[in-house]
């Protein structure tokens, strides 16, 4: 079985740099998805979201690619700055329907810029 | 806009001990979330209510976890008794219902010893 516990994937980039951080989710019938932004002591924070409608969203600094194809989800971080630096968690929306929103989480990546 | 809110921040609490968590969720929210993380890992959902109705609770231990929502506002989280696994932090979320994603509160950190 998939390995669990306190080994986060990490990603550490140059401040200035772009990043890009990768998800794979699980269910094909998945329609809704967002990236969460967590820092040290903090609930997740809302970033970004996409409809499987879509395959690319934009936002302020960031950009949400959608494939589901490959079931591939990825999060572009422009000009990544020190207060970047969390862990992210893609999430799915695997029901659909009006209302039943119960996001199922990915296993989360640890962002660190490097000053 | 106020946020969601939780209590108590930390608790650490011996194994066979109970504990209970406090959530006020944003005002008019009609849907409250409880989140168990494990640390290093992402959140998983234990329960959901609509108002003060359970949606969803197919994910919560019920030997040992409740949840109720009375009045459709406020919520508590109890675990009882409480086993060394159950370290972690619990999270409340909110949601109007949309298309918006969840706000969450900060979590309550849970150690059992």
């Known amino acids: 079985g998939e390995s669990v516990g306190l080994h986060l994937p990490t990603l550490s980039v140059q401040e200035g740099d772009n990043s890009i951080i990768n998800c794979a989710y699980s269910n094909s019938a998945s329609d809704y998805f967002i990236w969460y932004k967590q820092e040290s002591g903090k609930g997740p924070q809302f970033i970004i979201d996409i409809r499987s409608n879509m395959d690319k969203r934009q936002g302020q600094r960031v950009t949400v690619l959608l494939n589901k194809t490959v079931k591939h989800l990825s999060l572009q971080i422009a000009a990544t700055q020190p207060g970047d630096s969390a862990v992210y968690f893609c999430a799915e929306n695997p029901s659909s329907g009006a209302g039943s929103y119960q996001l199922t989480f990915g296993k989360g990546t640890k962002l660190s810029v490097i000053p | 806009e106020a946020g969601v809110a939780q209590s108590p921040r930390y608790k650490i609490i011996e194994k066979r001990q109970s504990v209970a968590f406090w959530c006020n969720p944003i005002s008019g929210h009609a849907t409250l979330y409880w989140y168990q993380q494990i640390l290093g890992q992402g959140p998983k959902l234990l329960i959901q209510f609509q108002n003060n109705g359970v949606v969803d609770d197919s994910q919560l231990p019920k030997d040992r976890f409740s949840a109720e929502r009375l009045k459709g506002v406020d919520s508590t989280l109890k675990i009882q008794p409480a086993k060394l696994e159950d370290s972690a932090v619990y999270l409340c979320?909110?949601?109007?219902?949309?298309?918006?994603?969840?706000?969450f509160g900060s979590g309550t950190r849970l150690t059992v010893v």
């Open positions: 979320a909110s949601s109007h219902g949309g298309a918006g994603g969840y706000t």
